[in-house]
């Protein structure tokens, strides 16, 4: 039977419930964090819970618990469910208020953590690769609610991904007001060009992806490749020899067509590959939590 550790304690799956005047449900306001578990180690926690309470200072809501209880609960959620590879889901929510907006009304922050299995994408994608589209819809412009915050309403990639389940496929990349390409509904992007990595900057408006950061600093270094942030048009993108997407979820997931205009020759290249390759020895061989 599944545990859910819930404001301290460990419960039953049908015992794990919310108030309807928690204000994660009524506004979306809270934030939270998906974190995968390979061979009973965690990957990036570390970075995960940083993450986490950096989108919880942002929207100003204060922590039920600090971070090595919830380093510590989510390492007893997993042994509780007894899972060695596990998708894990941190949340934090404003809390049980009033029915109006103000979120100082609700004393006390909901603390939640899930503790389930994953298969984003089908696995014959990870060799033939992954068609997507455009969205139509722009990513939401960091002044008006900055994507470095992981917060509980997701609708702005919701809209996008609906345009892409319509499309028939799984992604949608996002642009942003500009036109520049920001990130898709739930990865980050990179792209190929004669031999040269680069991935959207976070001035576009992205939320800053663990996974995103694991390639750039460890997964295509280790392959021969530096990785440049840089502010491009989608044009680049699809002049690109090879694209590929990232996440926690996703891993690393190659894209070989966007609508009907194909990348490079069709087919997951080389560079992709190799980080593909790279990132499934890292998560075997040693999974580093930080
Ligand atoms: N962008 C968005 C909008 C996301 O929701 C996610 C996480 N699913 C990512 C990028 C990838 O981030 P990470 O590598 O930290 O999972």
Known sequence: MSRIWMDGKLVPRSEAVVSVYDHGLLYGDGCFEGIRAYGGRILKLKSHIARMYESASLIRLNPAFDVDEIEDAIRQTLAANDLEDAYIRLIFTRGVGTLGLHPFRCPTPGTIIIADTI????????EQGMKVIVADRPRIPIPCLDPRIKSLNYLNN?????????????????????????????????????????????????????????????IAPACGHEVEEAVFPLEDLLDADEVFLTGT??????????????????????????????????????????
Do not use: W
Not at 258 to 276: E, L, N, Q, S, Y
């Open 119 to 126: 298969q984003l994408y089908p696995e014959e994608l990870y």
């Open 158 to 218: 919701i809209l996008a991904k609906i345009e892409a389940i319509d499309a028939g496929v799984f992604e949608a990349i996002m642009l942003n007001l500009e036109g520049e390409v920001a990130e898709c509904t739930g990865d980050n992007i990179f792209v190929i060009k004669d031999g040269r990595i680069r991935t959207p900057s976070t001035s576009t408006g992205i939320l800053h992806g663990v996974t995103r950061r694991f390639v750039m600093r460890e």
């Open 249 to 290: 979820a996703a891993e690393v997931i190659g894209v070989t067509a966007v609508g009907d205009h194909r990348i490079g020759d069709g087919k997951v290249g080389p560079v992709t590959k190799a980080c593909v390759a790279e990132f499934r020895r890292r998560i075997a061989e040693e999974c580093p939590e930080d």
